[in-house]
């Protein structure tokens, strides 16, 4: 298995683009090989769990002169996001997307954005990792305004513009981590910023950093394009920017370089516990009043994501007892993998009703359990999932977040987590209430339930989100924990120049 | 169909003959230039992008000085749909036929003598292959907004 760690992104590379010479021939080929690809990667990525550490070297060239292919606990928990999730976003777009012209373009973009996504989280060579990045967010800047309306064209270029700015800036950042250690090599940078110890370009990079991935990981004063792009994109593409891209590309970026790279500083710490809260208050309070389903929950993206940066502040803070702040980083995680599969479900859901509804709308919109029964038992476990009842996976990760944040001596941050939980669960509801249950509009009265392709992917994200509540001790040793040690580890990360 | 000899001739598309007549002498040395570029990437300056972007120049001063019928005669769209997929195919090929050595992207051929034209393995191909990609990609995107453009410009007349 470790000879082929590169396949990850040469796999979905090569086929994105098999793909679109096969289409010339044939159209219907393109749902075949999206769906091997993707099938392919997902096993793949559940294999590479049960994979030691390991570096890989590319072309042979030993570090710190050629890039490193870095696989650790943290590679490993988002590689499985990406590729589950995209597996089933594939297999819910082979009917969802009929409705759109040109789908073998559609496959092609889709795989290049996995490609990118992968390539971000397996590389250990920052300037690598800049361009994987660019490839995953041009392929997702092209699949927001895939539908090609007004205002999806408009979305697509407010997200062109802002993940531009962000992407320069993380250049900008690059260059000068570059200047100053003369090294892009991620083990070989920290060891070299070990040395240098913090100075005031350190922080300036720490700045831009911050503002480029966390713009791309929608966290609060940068969050202005997601709301736009996140309605606008076909649902199974909504579902991969919220559920795994601005993980992949944002909060793992921001995670694998302040821990690995700078290591834990407080000041770090809490900028990112700040921005963490203020995204939980503001994504859920915007969120109120929308009545665009998928618009209220691109709010709830931002709020959610919220929690999962304010438990990796939480985690980097050196002052406070080392357990708690494994148990607040712990909490983050857990978070960020519970939030990956609720917040595609929903959006696949929210894809699935307007599939047979056409409507976004949901005032317009009720009653509709007793014509779609899949989708609407599914939108409710992911709608319980989000609002944090039990025993569904939101309710553990947000209690694990709020206790850490007590034990350490943030009693504020931690009412503010309560209190943006009850606020989701009132959002969410309502969001029922409106669309789920209530009185059928005469209109729906012939609706009928989704086909079985679209409520397949369903039914195992609604599975999965009980199943990491529920099997919680299980997961936790599987996944969690390696993830969370690999974090915490900095001498570990370090030692992969000479050790690999 | 016409001959292309008297497109080439027709006055009343592309540009004055002044124009014509100078492309006609500058497009050689603008492709064997763009050429030597990509094939010499390894040894000077250059390499793969660089020498893409002066070959695809080249056809778009095909396409201004002549007209685009013309400058489709030579690449059509489907053409340089299909040249761009085969250059990052082989570019990915090249990476992975480095697995026959162990690695992914190694340089398994022969290194060669310094300085030669057939030296440092694989880079020379990979160069060959990013041209390839550059070239189709850029002179498509180029064909995408002049046809995007005139879609537009169509619009605007008839609003008017």
């Known amino acids: 298995m470790q000879g082929f760690y590169p396949l990850f992104t040469a796999i979905p590379l090569g086929m994105a683009f098999i793909n679109l010479l096969m289409a010339k021939i044939s159209k219907k080929v393109a749902d075949y090989i999206a769906f091997i690809a993707t099938g392919v990667l997902a096993v793949m990525a559940v294999r590479m769990l049960f994979e030691p550490v390991f570096v890989y070297k590319v072309g042979g060239w030993p570090p710190p002169w050629g890039i490193l292919l870095v696989s650790d606990g943290l590679s490993s928990l988002l590689l499985v996001v990406i590729n589950v999730i995209g597996f089933l976003a594939i297999i819910f777009s082979t009917k969802y997307m009929t409705t759109y012209t040109a789908k073998p373009k559609y496959y092609t973009l889709f795989l290049l954005m996995i490609a990118g996504m992968n390539g971000v989280v397996i590389t250990g060579d920052m300037f690598n990792m800049y361009v994987f990045l660019e490839i995953a ?313 989704a086909p079985l392709l679209m409520t397949l992917p369903l039914i195992i994200l609604a599975v999965l989100c009980l199943a990491l509540g529920v099997a919680y001790p299980f997961v936790d040793q599987a996944m969690l924990q390696a993830a969370k040690d690999t974090l915490l580890d900095k001498m570990a990360y370090m030692s992969l120049l000479t050790g690999g | 169909m016409p001959d292309i000899d008297e497109e080439i001739r027709d006055t009343s598309k592309g540009m004055t003959s002044i124009v014509k007549t100078v492309v006609r002498f500058a497009l050689g040395i603008i492709v064997i230039f763009g050429a030597y570029i990509v094939l010499y990437g390894h040894l000077t300056p250059g390499g793969g992008f660089a020498g893409g972007v002066i070959l695809a120049c080249g056809y778009i001063v095909l396409t201004l000085a002549f007209g685009r019928q013309i400058a489709l005669r030579k690449m059509n769209n489907k053409a340089a749909s299909i040249l761009d997929t085969s250059g990052v195919l082989a570019f990915l090929a090249i990476g992975l036929l480095g697995y026959t050595g162990g690695y992914f992207f190694l340089n398994f051929l022969g290194r060669g003598k310094m300085f030669d034209l057939v030296s440092a393995g694989t880079i020379p191909l990979c160069n060959i292959a990013i041209g390839l990609k550059v070239t189709a990609s850029l002179f498509a995107i180029f064909l995408a907004l002049s046809i995007f453009g005139r879609f537009i410009s169509s619009l605007v007349d008839e609003d008017e």
């Open chain 1, 137 to 449: 967010s041009i392929a997702s800047y092209a699949l927001v305004g895939f539908g090609c309306e007004k205002e999806e064209l408009e979305a697509s270029f407010k997200y062109l513009i802002l993940g531009g700015v962000a992407s320069t800036a993380i250049l900008f950042g690059i260059a000068f981590l570059y200047s100053m250690t003369g090294t892009l090599n991620m083990p070989d940078l920290a060891q070299q910023i070990e040395i240098l110890g913090m100075n005031k370009a350190l922080g300036f990079v720490i700045a831009l950093f911050i503002m480029g991935f966390g713009l791309k990981a929608s966290s609060v004063p940068f969050h202005a394009w997601l709301p736009d792009a996140h309605p606008s994109a076909p649902a199974p593409i909504s579902a991969m920017l919220s559920g795994v891209l601005i993980k992949a590309l944002g909060v793992y970026s921001i995670a694998r370089i302040m821990f690995h790279i700078f290591g834990p500083e407080p000041m770090i710490s809490s900028i990112l516990m700040f921005l963490g809260a203020l995204s939980m208050v503001v994504g859920v309070f915007m969120a109120v009043g929308q009545s665009d389903v998928k618009r209220m929950l691109a709010y709830h993206s931002i709020s959610q994501m919220g929690y999962v940066t304010i438990g990796l502040g939480l985690g980097l803070n050196p002052n406070v007892d080392p357990a708690v702040a494994a148990l607040g980083l712990f909490g983050g995680l857990y978070h960020l993998v519970n939030h990956a599969s609720f917040k595609s479900l929903l959006f696949l859901c929210s894809g699935s009703f307007e599939y047979r509804t056409n409507t976004r709308n949901k005032y317009e919109m009720g009653g509709l359990i007793r014509r779609m029964p899949i989708t609407s038992t599914t939108c409710s476990i992911a709608s319980l999932s989000i609002s944090g009842v039990p025993p569904f996976n939101g309710f553990w990760s947000k209690l694990i977040i709020i206790i850490a944040f007590l034990k350490a001596g943030y009693p504020l941050y931690g009412a503010i987590a309560v209190l943006v939980a009850f606020m989701t669960l009132i959002s969410f509801v309502r969001l029922q209430k409106d669309v789920i249950f209530g009185t059928l509009p005469e209109k729906f009265r012939e609706v009928k339930e």
